[in-house]
């Protein structure tokens, strides 16, 4: 049976269930296994004085033990997040946090607050959806994608404030915000002039570029350091899983067919699923493919150390050109410039 316990009083391997908003306190999660004391320090900085404990979900110290070595050898939150709690199910009217239309819609919090909520917001979205990628879910995730949108499209200040604050951690639905934010505002700057574009169906397929990870092995996506050729082979299954949930669940876009089926092809021709080449690569496969690279040279991975922008886009210019189109690229460089510009007016 739950029930109220001080925060003075938790312990390592206690069930948490937080009696507030998940943006009140610092964890992505309101429910979830304390593994450590740092959390429950956490908690206390966080001004709770009391949450709710499921002892019927809570851990003994064996397997709380050997839940913390899976733990240690990982080098993705995913994964973690993944053995604290089970896999659930969301109604689609729970799976948008409220914070974020709120927070797009309030003309008095400052750009970096608004883009701060939106981020967080934008992170807790991704995660339920991909805990629970139904077809009503996925529709109800677009019309959040949609709000997105409309502020990366309207509001310049706000934008330059979502790209300086994305996470560094690789973890799927991390990784998917990432790539959404910075597909969407290299898509504005390459289709500024033009209106024969679904900015808003564009925007749904960079975030959901990778849902087909959520119907491949997870042991595999979250595994750490290198995959073996098996497990890679069995990865870049991801492109055609994605295009057959979205087909499946009817929400399969042109937009989305082509962003999650090209965003892994290169220009001269080494990517994956269909080594297309040059022209055969759509705009949109192009874009999400910089912004997908980027993102991973960015994050903090166990067999590489993290990149600064500046470092990930020198590599990407002297060591992997040839993967990109030359004039995407050019736009996607601009785009750290003329945001970190609007981000100082």
Known sequence: M???IAIKDLEVGMYVVLPVSWFKHPFLKNEFVINSEKQINQLAESGLREVIIDPSRSLQVSALETKQTIFDNSDTLAARDALRTPPKTWEPDKLI????????????????KKSQIVYRSSLVLMDRLFEDPKAENIREAKKGISDIVDLILGDAVTSAYLLRITSYDYYT??????????GVLLAKEMFRTSSSHDIHELGA??????????LV????????GLLT???????????????????KTHQLSDECNVVVMQHHEREDGSGYPHRLTGEDIHIYGRICCIADVFDALTSKRSYHEQLSTFDALKIMKKEMLNHFSARVFERFVLLFTDNANAGRN
């Open 229 to 247: 050729k098996g497990e890679m082979d069995i990865i870049r299954t991801h492109p055609d899983q994605g295009y057959s949930l979205l087909h």
């Open 173 to 182: 639905y991390t990784h998917s915000v990432n790539v959404g934010v910075l």
């Open 205 to 214: 397929g960079f975030f959901l570029h990778d849902i087909g990870k959520v």
């Open 97 to 112: 946090p409220a914070d974020l239309k709120e927070a797009i819609r309030d003309n008095k919090l400052s750009p970096e």
């Open 2 to 4: 739950k029930k109220e």
């Open 217 to 224: 092995d997870q042991t595999i996506i979250n595994k750490a």
